[in-house]
Protein backbone atom coordinates (compact mmCIF):
# COMPACT_ATOMS: atom_id res chain seq x y z
CA UNK A 1 0.00 0.00 0.00
CA UNK A 2 2.21 2.89 -1.33
CA UNK A 3 -0.32 5.96 -0.44
CA UNK A 4 0.43 8.33 -2.96
CA UNK A 5 2.72 8.47 -5.34
CA UNK A 6 4.33 11.28 -7.32
CA UNK A 7 6.59 11.38 -9.87
CA UNK A 8 8.79 12.90 -10.79
CA UNK A 9 10.50 14.13 -7.62
CA UNK A 10 12.81 16.92 -9.25
CA UNK A 11 12.91 18.33 -12.71
CA UNK A 12 14.15 21.18 -14.45
CA UNK A 13 12.77 23.19 -17.16
CA UNK A 14 13.50 25.75 -19.21
CA UNK A 15 11.45 28.52 -20.09
CA UNK A 16 8.78 27.41 -22.81
CA UNK A 17 9.05 23.39 -22.20
CA UNK A 18 6.35 21.62 -21.33
CA UNK A 19 5.85 18.93 -18.95
CA UNK A 20 3.45 16.42 -17.00
CA UNK A 21 3.02 15.63 -13.30
CA UNK A 22 1.72 12.67 -12.38
CA UNK A 23 0.55 11.88 -9.26
CA UNK A 24 -1.03 7.94 -8.61
CA UNK A 25 -3.07 6.40 -5.54
CA UNK A 26 -3.52 3.02 -4.47
CA UNK A 27 -6.66 3.69 -1.67
CA UNK A 28 -9.69 4.43 -4.01
CA UNK A 29 -9.97 7.41 -2.73
CA UNK A 30 -12.69 9.86 -4.93
CA UNK A 31 -11.28 13.19 -4.22
CA UNK A 32 -7.76 14.33 -5.99
CA UNK A 33 -5.74 17.17 -5.35
CA UNK A 34 -2.75 19.28 -6.86
CA UNK A 35 -1.29 22.26 -5.03
CA UNK A 36 1.65 24.16 -4.95
CA UNK A 37 3.75 25.41 -1.90
CA UNK A 38 5.80 28.74 -1.75
CA UNK A 39 7.40 30.56 0.63
CA UNK A 40 5.61 32.65 2.60
CA UNK A 41 2.47 32.14 0.51
CA UNK A 42 1.59 28.34 2.17
CA UNK A 43 -0.13 26.09 -0.14
CA UNK A 44 -2.24 26.99 -2.73
CA UNK A 45 -5.12 24.76 -4.67
CA UNK A 46 -4.17 24.54 -8.63
CA UNK A 47 -7.24 21.98 -9.59
CA UNK A 48 -8.87 18.93 -8.07
CA UNK A 49 -11.18 16.31 -8.99
CA UNK A 50 -13.95 15.03 -7.38
CA UNK A 51 -13.96 11.83 -9.32
CA UNK A 52 -12.87 10.10 -12.85
CA UNK A 53 -13.33 12.10 -15.63
CA UNK A 54 -14.45 15.06 -13.75
CA UNK A 55 -11.99 18.33 -12.87
CA UNK A 56 -12.33 21.38 -11.23
CA UNK A 57 -10.60 24.82 -11.08
CA UNK A 58 -8.88 25.86 -7.75
CA UNK A 59 -7.42 29.22 -6.93
CA UNK A 60 -4.11 29.71 -8.98
CA UNK A 61 -5.38 27.09 -12.43
CA UNK A 62 -3.35 29.51 -15.00
CA UNK A 63 -0.84 28.10 -16.71
CA UNK A 64 -1.94 24.61 -15.61
CA UNK A 65 -4.13 21.72 -17.13
CA UNK A 66 -5.19 18.60 -15.84
CA UNK A 67 -6.58 14.97 -16.24
CA UNK A 68 -8.26 12.46 -14.73
CA UNK A 69 -9.08 9.62 -17.01
CA UNK A 70 -8.70 7.18 -14.53
CA UNK A 71 -9.73 7.07 -11.05
CA UNK A 72 -6.46 6.06 -9.31
CA UNK A 73 -4.30 9.14 -11.61
CA UNK A 74 -4.40 13.03 -11.82
CA UNK A 75 -1.94 14.47 -14.18
CA UNK A 76 -0.52 17.99 -14.04
CA UNK A 77 0.25 19.59 -16.88
CA UNK A 78 2.18 22.97 -17.35
CA UNK A 79 1.90 23.41 -21.29
CA UNK A 80 5.02 26.34 -21.60
CA UNK A 81 6.51 26.83 -18.34
CA UNK A 82 7.36 30.51 -16.73
CA UNK A 83 10.04 31.03 -13.98
CA UNK A 84 6.81 31.73 -12.24
CA UNK A 85 5.95 27.90 -11.70
CA UNK A 86 8.73 27.12 -9.76
CA UNK A 87 7.77 25.50 -6.75
CA UNK A 88 6.76 22.24 -5.19
CA UNK A 89 3.77 20.73 -6.06
CA UNK A 90 1.92 18.18 -4.04
CA UNK A 91 -0.71 15.94 -5.14
CA UNK A 92 -3.26 14.51 -2.39
CA UNK A 93 -6.39 12.36 -2.46
CA UNK A 94 -9.37 12.00 0.05
CA UNK A 95 -12.00 9.84 0.77
CA UNK A 96 -15.85 11.25 -0.32
CA UNK A 97 -16.84 13.00 3.22
CA UNK A 98 -15.21 14.61 5.92
CA UNK A 99 -11.52 13.02 5.59
CA UNK A 100 -8.07 14.16 5.80
CA UNK A 101 -5.90 14.29 2.99
CA UNK A 102 -2.84 12.00 2.13
CA UNK A 103 -0.54 14.00 0.15
CA UNK A 104 2.77 12.84 -1.17
CA UNK A 105 6.23 13.65 -1.23
CA UNK A 106 6.28 16.48 -3.96
CA UNK A 107 7.78 17.23 -6.85
CA UNK A 108 10.20 19.82 -6.75
CA UNK A 109 9.97 22.22 -10.31
CA UNK A 110 12.93 24.66 -10.96
CA UNK A 111 12.31 27.08 -14.40
CA UNK A 112 14.96 28.44 -15.51
CA UNK B 1 -10.50 35.30 3.58
CA UNK B 2 -11.82 32.06 5.15
CA UNK B 3 -8.28 31.26 5.37
CA UNK B 4 -6.95 29.63 9.10
CA UNK B 5 -4.07 31.96 10.53
CA UNK B 6 -1.52 29.85 12.78
CA UNK B 7 0.23 31.72 15.79
CA UNK B 8 2.79 31.97 16.53
CA UNK B 9 4.46 31.78 12.92
CA UNK B 10 7.69 30.61 14.59
CA UNK B 11 8.15 28.44 18.08
CA UNK B 12 11.68 26.70 19.72
CA UNK B 13 11.03 24.83 22.76
CA UNK B 14 13.49 22.08 24.98
CA UNK B 15 12.66 18.55 24.74
CA UNK B 16 10.07 17.80 27.07
CA UNK B 17 8.33 21.14 27.06
CA UNK B 18 4.79 21.62 25.88
CA UNK B 19 4.29 23.26 22.59
CA UNK B 20 0.85 25.02 21.49
CA UNK B 21 -0.22 26.32 18.45
CA UNK B 22 -3.08 28.21 17.40
CA UNK B 23 -5.34 28.76 14.81
CA UNK B 24 -8.13 31.47 13.88
CA UNK B 25 -10.49 31.26 10.81
CA UNK B 26 -13.36 33.71 9.90
CA UNK B 27 -16.48 31.72 8.71
CA UNK B 28 -18.59 28.99 9.94
CA UNK B 29 -16.82 25.37 9.14
CA UNK B 30 -17.88 21.70 9.50
CA UNK B 31 -14.28 20.65 10.36
CA UNK B 32 -10.85 22.03 11.29
CA UNK B 33 -7.30 19.87 10.41
CA UNK B 34 -3.58 20.14 11.42
CA UNK B 35 -1.39 18.74 9.75
CA UNK B 36 2.65 18.30 10.22
CA UNK B 37 5.15 18.64 7.49
CA UNK B 38 8.43 17.92 7.98
CA UNK B 39 11.31 19.68 5.90
CA UNK B 40 11.56 18.66 2.08
CA UNK B 41 8.39 16.11 2.69
CA UNK B 42 4.60 16.49 2.33
CA UNK B 43 2.26 17.03 4.67
CA UNK B 44 0.86 14.20 7.26
CA UNK B 45 -2.96 14.49 8.38
CA UNK B 46 -2.46 14.79 12.00
CA UNK B 47 -6.17 14.98 13.95
CA UNK B 48 -9.28 16.35 11.94
CA UNK B 49 -11.99 18.15 14.82
CA UNK B 50 -15.71 18.45 13.75
CA UNK B 51 -17.46 21.71 14.36
CA UNK B 52 -19.79 19.31 17.60
CA UNK B 53 -16.83 18.56 19.08
CA UNK B 54 -14.37 20.96 21.90
CA UNK B 55 -11.53 18.54 22.44
CA UNK B 56 -9.77 15.99 20.91
CA UNK B 57 -6.72 13.77 21.67
CA UNK B 58 -4.05 11.70 19.31
CA UNK B 59 -1.55 10.11 21.61
CA UNK B 60 0.29 13.31 22.59
CA UNK B 61 -1.62 15.48 20.51
CA UNK B 62 -4.72 17.16 22.28
CA UNK B 63 -6.90 19.43 19.88
CA UNK B 64 -9.35 22.11 21.46
CA UNK B 65 -11.91 24.43 19.01
CA UNK B 66 -14.47 26.49 20.17
CA UNK B 67 -16.60 28.09 17.29
CA UNK B 68 -17.40 30.81 18.89
CA UNK B 69 -14.26 32.35 19.18
CA UNK B 70 -13.32 31.02 15.59
CA UNK B 71 -10.09 29.54 16.54
CA UNK B 72 -8.66 26.14 17.24
CA UNK B 73 -5.36 24.94 19.42
CA UNK B 74 -2.91 22.54 18.71
CA UNK B 75 -0.97 20.85 21.99
CA UNK B 76 2.17 19.04 21.81
CA UNK B 77 2.59 17.17 25.19
CA UNK B 78 6.08 15.82 26.52
CA UNK B 79 7.81 17.42 22.65
CA UNK B 80 10.59 15.04 21.18
CA UNK B 81 13.46 16.57 18.98
CA UNK B 82 11.81 14.41 16.17
CA UNK B 83 8.32 16.88 16.60
CA UNK B 84 10.55 19.65 14.48
CA UNK B 85 8.23 19.98 12.06
CA UNK B 86 5.95 22.61 10.44
CA UNK B 87 2.14 22.62 11.82
CA UNK B 88 -0.66 23.53 9.33
CA UNK B 89 -4.61 23.94 10.34
CA UNK B 90 -6.48 23.38 7.33
CA UNK B 91 -10.12 24.54 7.02
CA UNK B 92 -12.70 23.02 4.59
CA UNK B 93 -14.51 25.55 1.84
CA UNK B 94 -16.85 25.28 -1.00
CA UNK B 95 -17.14 21.70 -2.14
CA UNK B 96 -15.45 18.88 -3.12
CA UNK B 97 -13.74 18.11 0.13
CA UNK B 98 -11.26 21.51 -0.66
CA UNK B 99 -8.80 22.55 2.39
CA UNK B 100 -7.53 26.01 2.66
CA UNK B 101 -4.05 25.89 4.66
CA UNK B 102 -2.83 28.48 6.83
CA UNK B 103 1.08 29.84 6.43
CA UNK B 104 1.90 27.26 9.05
CA UNK B 105 4.12 26.70 12.32
CA UNK B 106 7.47 26.41 12.31
CA UNK B 107 8.28 24.43 15.53
CA UNK B 108 11.68 23.88 16.82
CA UNK B 109 12.30 21.43 19.59
CA UNK B 110 16.09 21.17 20.69
CA UNK B 111 17.76 18.23 22.31
Known amino acids: NAGVTQTPKFRVLKTGQSMTLLCAQD?????MYWYRQDPGMGLRLIHY???????AKGEVPDGYNVSRLKKQNFLLGLESAAPSQTSVYFC???????????FGSGTRLTVV | SQQGEEDPQALSIQEGENATMNCSYKTSINNLQWYRQNSGRGLVHLILIRSNEREKHSGRLRVTLDTSKKSSSLLITASRAADTASYFC???????????FGQGTELSVKP
Open chain 2, 90 to 100: AIPYNQGGKLI
Open chain 1, 92 to 102: ASCPRGENGYT
Open chain 1, 49 to 55: SVGEGTT
Open chain 1, 27 to 31: MNHEY
